[in-house]
């Protein structure tokens, strides 16, 4: 094998910092900027331990290996993209930033339009310490138009209040009814499961998933933990809303409610399963006692979807791949993280 090449490793952004800011956007970095990574990194071009591969096509044979599993990891959208190639082939050039402890040059490659993932070919970067960006060759135009959303969906054993009492999440299928808030029972129209593996999660931390405790957001501690995807929304309600936004009940991101307290990142599964519910319109139902969306295509990332899930989905509306929001409106004000950010600190 090539001389110096210890293998492909994905970092997530989640792991870095920047200048202080923690998992800050690869077009945020500049020559001069301090970057820093923790954590694990993953290796995506085979077994953590030294494999026995030798010369120029073992080494070709571990990068396409690497890309192979980028492009899992990334999902479909990322199929096709160049950025691959930088996994691939690396003298292909393209994006990416090199830092120095002063000893060695490590160069890092965005992998998707969003900077989500980092590769890095050959050694590793010292973890834990600051390292100088020296040189730098990033878009700094927008990103490519992002998915319009995330993951928004319950897990397993989320128990769902329908009209016959209790039941699992999993166990709903077309046709049966739903206890919403506002409209009284209401038939699903779709469902849809997607497994995300640990190898994904730990790449992508961004998709695990949130607990919210019993007692978090006034909760009385007489329900279940609810653990849900980190872009599925919760029903806010209580005075803060009211004098906030004009609203006595507002829908708020999971991600955004983490306090590290009561509402936390799950770190412990090394795999999770997403459940999709969706209505005749957007909806606020009960689960585990807490009032949480329905699925609205327009707030979710349809390349987050298994694809016949997704394919399910969009032949129920005309038109609904070009533009989701033919489904409808949603059924509260949505807030952005900054608002709930200061939801969070006025309710505290």
Same mark, same amino acid.
């Given at each position: 094998?090539?001389? =110096?090449?210890?293998?492909?490793?994905?970092?997530?952004?989640?792991?870095?910092?920047?200048?202080?800011?923690?998992?800050?956007?690869?077009?945020?970095?500049?020559?001069?900027?301090?970057?820093?990574?923790?954590?694990?990194?993953?290796?995506?071009?085979?077994?953590? $331990?030294?494999?026995?591969?030798?010369?120029?096509?073992?080494?070709?044979?571990? $990068?396409?290996?690497?890309?192979?599993?980028? !492009?899992?990891?990334?999902?479909?959208?990322?199929?096709?993209?160049?950025?691959?190639?930088?996994?691939?082939?690396?003298?292909?050039?393209?994006?990416?930033? !090199?830092?120095?402890?002063?000893?060695?040059?490590? $160069?890092?490659?965005?992998?998707?339009?969003?900077?989500?993932?980092?590769?890095?070919? =050959?050694?590793?970067?010292?973890?834990?310490?600051?390292?100088?960006?020296?040189?730098?060759?990033?878009?700094?135009?927008?990103?490519?138009?992002?998915?319009?959303? =995330?993951?928004?969906?319950?897990?397993?054993?989320? /128990?769902?209040?329908?009209?016959?009492?209790?039941?699992?999440? +999993? #166990?709903?299928?077309?046709?049966?009814?739903?206890?919403? /808030?506002?409209?009284?029972?209401?038939?699903?129209?779709?469902?849809?499961?997607?497994?995300?593996?640990?190898?994904?999660?730990?790449?992508?931390?961004?998709?695990?998933?949130?607990?919210?405790?019993?007692?978090?957001?006034?909760?009385?501690?007489?329900?279940?933990?609810?653990?849900?995807?980190?872009?599925?929304?919760?029903?806010?309600?209580?005075?803060?809303?009211?004098?906030?936004? =004009?609203?006595?009940?507002?829908?708020?991101?999971?991600?955004?409610?983490?306090?590290?307290?009561?509402?936390?990142?799950?770190?412990?599964?090394?795999?999770?399963?997403?459940?999709?519910?969706?209505?005749?319109?957007?909806?606020?139902?009960?689960?585990?006692?807490?009032?949480?969306?329905?699925?609205?295509?327009?707030?979710?990332?349809?390349?987050?979807?298994?694809?016949?899930?997704?394919?399910?989905?969009?032949?129920?509306?005309?038109?609904?791949?070009?533009?989701?929001?033919?489904?409808?409106?949603? #059924? /509260?004000?949505?807030?952005?993280?900054? +608002?709930?950010?200061?939801? $969070?600190?006025?309710?505290?």
């Amino acid at each position: 094998m090539a001389a =110096g090449y210890r293998g492909t490793f994905v970092i997530s952004v989640e792991q870095t910092e920047t200048d202080g800011i923690v998992a800050a956007p690869p077009p945020v970095i500049d020559v001069g900027s301090t970057w820093c990574w923790h954590g694990e990194a993953l290796r995506v071009d085979g077994p953590a $331990r030294v494999l026995a591969l030798d010369g120029a096509a073992g080494e070709a044979e571990l $990068r396409q290996r690497a890309a192979r599993v980028v !492009a899992r990891l990334i999902g479909p959208a990322a199929q096709g993209r160049r950025c691959l190639t930088a996994v691939a082939e690396p003298t292909a050039g393209g994006a990416g930033f !090199a830092v120095t402890d002063g000893l060695a040059l490590y $160069r890092l490659t965005p992998l998707d339009p969003a900077g989500r993932l980092l590769a890095v070919i =050959g050694a590793l970067p010292p973890r834990g310490v600051d390292l100088a960006v020296v040189a730098v060759r990033l878009d700094r135009a927008a990103p490519e138009a992002a998915a319009p959303g =995330g993951v928004i969906c319950f897990t397993p054993g989320t /128990r769902i209040a329908t009209p016959e009492g209790l039941r699992p999440v +999993e #166990a709903i299928r077309p046709g049966d009814l739903v206890s919403t /808030r506002d409209n009284g029972p209401q038939e699903v129209l779709w469902t849809g499961a997607r497994r995300m593996s640990g190898a994904r999660l730990h790449a992508l931390p961004a998709l695990r998933p949130v607990r919210i405790g019993a007692v978090a957001l006034g909760g009385d501690g007489s329900q279940a933990d609810l653990v849900v995807s980190p872009d599925h929304r919760i029903l806010v309600a209580g005075a803060a809303a009211r004098a906030l936004f =004009g609203e006595d009940e507002v829908l708020a991101a999971a991600r955004d409610l983490v306090d590290g307290r009561h509402v936390r990142i799950e770190t412990g599964p090394r795999e999770v399963t997403y459940v999709h519910l969706l209505t005749a319109r957007h909806e606020v139902i009960c689960a585990n006692g807490r009032p949480a969306e329905t699925f609205h295509p327009a707030a979710a990332d349809p390349a987050a979807l298994d694809p016949a899930d997704r394919a399910a989905l969009h032949a129920l509306v005309e038109g609904l791949a070009a533009d989701p929001f033919r489904y409808g409106g949603f #059924a /509260r004000r949505s807030l952005s993280a900054p +608002e709930a950010a200061i939801l $969070r600190h006025r309710a505290a």
